[in-house]
Each structure stands twice: as C-alpha cells, then as structure tokens.
C-alpha cells in the first residue's frame, strides 16, 4: 500500500514523516445484479443537444415544446446511449461553444450566499510533506459537537506510521487527543493556523485531528474543511 507523506509535529514540536490515506468506510451493502454479478459501471452518452441552447434558438421553454411537436424530430440512434471511453474535461463559453482559453476564478460568497470577491485562482503549492515546516497544532481544541455545527467537514484521511518509532509517536498523539475528547486544529505555519494544501494546485482547508485508542491499537484522523457555518446578522445587527 502506497502511503502519501505527511510531515507531523505534535504539541511539543517535535515531527515526523507520516503516511495519510483515505480513511476506510465499512460498507455492509452490496450490490448485485439479479443473477449475483457485480454490475458494470461504465459512461454514455445522454443527448447531443444542449437544454439552453434550444431554448435560446426557439425564444422560451413553451416555444421549444411547440416546435418539437412540429418538427417531429428523431432521437440520433448512432449516438445516444454510445459507451463513453478515454474522456476529457473541457469549458464552455456562455454561448456553448468550446472555450480554448480559460482563466479559472475563485468567488467568495458572504454568508447570504451574496458574492463578495471574485480573483483569479492561483496554484498554491502542497504543504503538507515540507520537510522544514511540518504541519502543527495550533493549540486550539475545539468541542466536537460544536466543530459538527460549526464548520462542514468534506474529507478525511487516516494519519498512519511508518515505522515503530512514528507508532510511539502517533498512539501518543492519538491518546492525548482521546483523552481531552476534543478535535485539535492543525495547519501550517509558525502558529499552525495556515491553510493545508494537500496537492499542487488543490483547494486549501482547515485541518482538525481526531485521535482514538484501544488498547495498543489507535486511530488518528485528519478532517478538513473549506466550508464554515457563520449565523446570519439579524434586521437588528444590518440596521
């Protein structure tokens, strides 16, 4: 199994190179074809047309039903429900055409759901596996019933050792953080508050780790978050 590096440091900052991955889900369900085969996922095409773009060219949705039951016309059968292989990723622009010049763009939104900023996004460098500047705790422990209101939590990885040395230090870390039955919050930087960028390029989160033990076995998590759940001002607060 082929581990991703993690570059730890722990309270008294002291780190090491560690392994995340994917934390396991346990799934009891299976799912089967009528004769106990696994099914075949596979990708096909849907249609050939664009809802919008037939809109456009018949003026509105009502006008578009009335020309479909004019014209009549045929479902292309040479290519709807064609299996899709080797698939590429491409923009549009407003109009449907193919876009060969992108310039991606990061928008901010207040917590209305209003947009507040919008700027070009730039490709931030992965920081987890430096080996000069490991990723650190903050210091802040959060409630976890209050880190589960508080923030959305859209990943997480399982923090692994390496070695029998990265074991010691890993269980221990873990029993701390069982211990004070808290989610300590991790991130780059001095003070371990910096956004952690998991690949070139990837979107930045805010890191939480969740430490258990059971006897000499232990699990350390790694959740993150880009989303924070922020109360909207009451007609009191906005006068």
């Known amino acids: 199994?082929?581990?991703?590096?993690?570059?730890?440091?722990?309270?008294?900052?002291?780190?090491?190179?560690?392994?995340?991955?994917?934390?396991?889900?346990?799934?009891?369900?299976?799912?089967?074809?009528?004769?106990?085969?696994?099914?075949?996922?596979?990708?096909?095409?849907?249609?050939?047309a664009r809802l919008d773009?037939?809109?456009?060219?018949?003026?509105?949705?009502?006008?578009?039903?009335?020309?479909l039951v004019d014209g009549d016309p045929e479902i292309d059968v040479e290519q709807i429900g064609r299996p899709l292989t080797n698939t590429h990723r491409i923009y549009l622009t407003a109009d449907g055409d193919i876009a060969y010049r992108v310039t991606l763009q990061q928008v901010i939104h207040r917590p209305d759901g209003t947009e507040k900023e919008r700027r070009d996004a730039t490709k931030a460098p992965s920081n987890v596996a430096l080996e000069d500047h490991?990723?650190?705790?903050?210091?802040?422990?959060?409630?976890?019933?209050?880190?589960?209101?508080?923030?959305?939590?859209?990943?997480?990885y399982q923090v692994r050792h390496t070695s029998g040395l990265t074991y010691d230090f890993l269980y221990a870390m873990a029993k701390q953080l069982q211990d004070a039955d808290a989610l300590m919050f991790v991130g780059s930087g001095p003070k371990g508050t910096g956004p952690l960028v998991l690949t070139t390029g990837g979107e930045p989160y805010r890191g939480f780790l969740e430490g258990r033990v059971d006897a000499d076995r232990y699990a350390l998590v790694l959740h993150l978050t880009n989303l924070e759940l922020k109360a909207l001002p009451t007609e009191e607060e906005g006068a």
């Open 1 to 48: 199994m082929s581990l991703r590096s993690l570059n730890l440091a722990n309270d008294h900052q002291r780190d090491a190179m560690v392994g995340f991955d994917n934390a396991p889900v346990a799934t009891r369900v299976t799912m089967v074809l009528p004769d106990g085969t696994p099914p075949l996922r596979c990708k096909y095409l849907k249609t050939t």
């Open 53 to 67: 773009r037939l809109v456009a060219d018949a003026g509105d949705l009502v006008a578009l039903g009335q020309a």
């Open 134 to 156: 490991p990723v650190r705790w903050s210091g802040r422990l959060f409630d976890k019933r209050e880190a589960l209101r508080r923030f959305v939590f859209t990943r997480a």
